[in-house]
């Protein structure tokens, strides 16, 4: 008995790509090793963090608040593929967490 051959399914779908998204991941990616970069080198300085340092972490913080309102304004766009604007809201969600970690540990 000869066994019928299953053809594969194709799924045709309209959903693109959200060019926000991939800002807002791209954001959170560069906000997020930065701030890894300012953590490290405040500790390896002894705790002391330079104005540098405190510069370059501000500026951290307020790429990663950006990059959170870009992935929140793609979910709401229609038609796209949903997983960048969760993995930026993830990535800025963290960063932004980290940051409010540092700065509570730094006012202790």
């Known amino acids: 008995m000869v066994q019928p051959v299953k053809r594969k399914k194709h799924l045709f779908t309209s959903k693109k790509m959200s060019m926000r998204a991939l ?8 906000a997020a090793t930065f701030t890894c970069v300012t ?5 390896r300085n002894g705790g ?22 870009i992935a ?7 038609d796209i593929y949903y997983f960048f604007s969760y993995l930026g809201m993830a990535l800025n969600g963290a960063v932004l967490l ?8 730094g006012l202790r």
């Not at 953590?39 to 500790?43: N, P, Q």
């Open 48 to 69: 002391q963090a330079t104005p540098r340092y405190a510069t370059a972490f501000f500026l951290c913080i307020v790429m990663a608040l950006v990059g959170l309102i």
């Open 39 to 43: 953590v490290y080198l405040t500790f």
């Open 98 to 105: 980290a940051g409010a970690g540092v700065m509570y540990l």
């Open 72 to 78: 929140i304004l793609s979910r709401k766009e229609r």
């Open 23 to 30: 800002m807002s991941d791209c954001l959170g990616a560069i």
